[in-house]
Each structure stands twice: as C-alpha cells, then as structure tokens.
C-alpha cells in the first residue's frame, strides 16, 4: 500500500514522503472513524496515548461523526484512571501520572513515516522514479533519508536538491522583487511557484 502511494506521489511536485503520509493518514482515519473502536489493538493504543494535539485536534472537528465511538472510551478510560488516582497515595500517584504526553495520531504518522523512508531508501524503482520526476523531497524528509542512504544515493539525492537552488534563484529573486510596492509588475506564474516550492521545501509539521 505503501509503495504505491509513495509511487503515485512522485508523480506531482513537492514531498513525495509528506504526501504519502498524508494520503496514509487520511486512509486510517477513514478506518479509524469506522471501526477503530471495535478492535482491542487499537483501544489499546488509545489507552497507551489518550491524547489528541491540536493539530488533529482540528482533523477530528473535520470527521463526519467526530470520533463518536473513540470519545466514549476515551471519556471511561479517564474516568476509571479519575476514580483510582482519588484513591491512591502520592507515590503511587506520581507513578502512575509518569507517562508521556502523546498524541495517538502523531504515532501513527510517525509510524507511517518510517515505513515510506524505509521504502524509498530500499526500492531502487521508488528513486529511479524520483530522480525522473519534478518531485523534491522537503528538508526534513531529505535530511531523514540522507541519515540511512549510502554515499551513491546521498550524492545523488544532494544533487538533486541542489540543483532546484540553482534553478529557483533567479525565479525567487524576481519574485521576490516584484513584490516589493515600487515594483510595476505582478510575480509570474512561474515565479510563485517557485517560491511555493521553497515554502513547502522548508515547511514541517511537528
Ligand atoms: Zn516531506
Ligand atoms: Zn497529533
């Protein structure tokens, strides 16, 4: 599955990886939003990570039905963990309060993550397609596969970055000038995309 998303994502500009994360992560939401609650390794999940930044905190507002089913375990799990900490001495409560604060969604793009720079480091036809394509990985998901490439990939992954500063510079300096109030003319096509690129090159999610 992964694969293939990775592989329809060389297809289109920017992050082949970002875009294959999000497309994953779409699909299990989809799942999630179904039937995530009917099975235990998911509840379980939940349980281990009941948080939900604000991130998705704003994807969940934008689900059909809002996480019905996830809320109501959710809300049980804390109410039981409630009931036991009222109960319990401080050590214990300190024990038991020692968790981290983790988003059970950011796990599992996290997750999805490793498995699609796992896969375009090992699939030669994954990167053949890339070195082919208008696509270009972002800062963080070069530098991520950059750190497990060897020198032959590195080489050629660097180049290919560097190659875009080349080309955009120009394009970013009349973009940039033309925005200026002084200036007569509007940015170009052709320069704002470039400028969108750059953006999207150095833009991240945390
Ligand atoms: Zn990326
Ligand atoms: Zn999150």
Redesign the pocket.
């Known amino acids: 599955m992964i694969t293939l998303t990775l592989k329809e994502s060389l297809n289109k500009n920017?992050?082949?990886?970002?875009?294959t994360?999000s497309k994953e992560f779409d699909n299990f939401l989809w799942w999630f939003e179904r039937e995530g609650y009917h099975e235990i390794s998911s509840l379980k999940a939940l349980k281990d990570a009941p948080f939900i930044c604000k991130r998705h905190a704003d994807k969940v507002k934008r689900l059909k039905d809002k996480l019905n089913n996830t809320f109501e375990f959710l809300i049980k799990n804390d109410t039981e963990l409630l009931m036991l900490l009222k109960e319990i001495n401080l050590r214990k409560r300190k024990k038991l309060l020692n968790q981290p604060f983790e988003c059970r969604f950011c796990l599992e793009e996290k997750r999805i993550e490793e498995l699609a720079v796992e896969q375009f480091v090992k699939d030669k036809n994954t990167q053949k397609a890339y070195f082919e394509s208008a696509a270009l990985?972002?800062?963080?998901?070069?530098f991520?596969v950059l750190k497990i490439s060897d020198s032959n990939l590195s080489e050629m992954l660097i180049k290919k970055t560097l190659g875009f500063f080349h080309e955009s510079s120009s394009l970013l300096e009349d973009f940039f000038n033309k925005l200026d109030y002084t200036s007569k003319d509007k940015p170009s096509d052709k320069e704002t995309d470039a400028y969108l690129k750059i953006l999207?090159y150095f833009?991240?999610d945390f």
Do not use: D, F, Q, W
Request: charged letters at 25%; aromatic letters at 0%; proline letters at 6%.
């Open positions: 920017g992050c082949p990886i970002c875009r994360i990985l972002c800062r963080r998901h070069l991520t999207e833009s991240v």
